[in-house]
């Protein structure tokens, strides 16, 4: 798929392309009218899109879109799940990254350089993914923590922490308990950092200040979530290098 249009996006084509390329599968079985609908955009401003992701029609870009989740439905053959990660590594690796994220990391560092205090926030995987950052921050001088807990009592903080800055890990954006921790830190005037999948959910709309990976989301038997957090290793390190410029 071609990259070389997706930085002249509209704010309404950025989120279009957010959903297409989080929802492949619903793309494939959807026609055009019926997925405008479900984007609450026309079908006119879907098809601009799709132009500036490099295809000539809706039904060119499906198809891609087939072709290349056909290792994720071969679930258990590791030789089809090892193309598909080589392919999502290359896919995100072949934007033109540093000009992608350039204005948002700069925001962030403004943000965290007149911050007291830095901790990072998630559940499941990407509550590993906390620590790690925390770690890599640590690694380049900057004085972070971690929290994995999805229940720790935020909301009965009294103390004045407008200083602080969250940075929340989130797969999907939508989980509840991280939905419900970020609203009690937003009462205390905290300020919130995410790295989502999509610039759409609601843990990116919660947030000061949000990056998104954008890769098509593995989700296995029993709902098992085994998106590739190769993104998330990168945007974490990049922070913490960036900030060490400084």
């Known amino acids: 798929m071609s990259q070389r249009n997706i930085f002249n996006f509209t704010s309404t084509e950025t989120d279009i392309y957010d959903f297409l390329m989080s929802h492949k599968d619903e793309v494939i079985k959807s026609n055009l009218r019926n997925l405008a609908k479900t984007i609450h955009v026309s079908p006119a401003s879907v098809l601009r899109c799709i132009k500036k992701m490099g295809f000539n029609s809706f039904y060119e870009l499906k198809f891609d879109f087939r072709n290349k989740l056909q290792a994720i439905h071969v679930y258990g053959q ?43 926030f998630g559940i499941g995987t990407s509550g590993i993914l906390a620590e790690y950052g925390s770690r890599q921050f640590a690694n380049f001088g900057i004085n972070s923590f971690y929290n994995k807990d999805p229940y720790y009592p935020f909301q009965l903080i009294e103390k004045d922490i407008s200083s602080a800055v969250m940075i929340v890990l989130s797969v999907s954006g939508e989980t509840h308990e991280v939905i419900k921790q970020i609203t009690s830190l937003k009462n205390l005037k905290c300020k919130i950092i995410s790295i989502t999948n999509t610039s759409y959910s609601m843990v990116a709309k919660l947030s000061d200040i949000n990056l998104s990976y954008n890769i098509g989301e593995e989700v296995f038997p029993d709902e098992i979530n085994a998106t590739s957090q190769i993104p998330v290793i990168f945007l974490l390190e990049l922070l913490a290098r960036e900030l060490k410029k400084k």
């Open 78 to 120: 590791s030789d089809h799940l090892r193309d598909h990660l080589i392919d999502i590594s290359r896919d995100f690796f072949n934007r033109p990254l540093l000009d992608q994220y350039q204005n948002t990391i700069t925001d962030i560092k403004n943000v965290i350089e007149n911050s007291k205090m830095v901790f990072f």
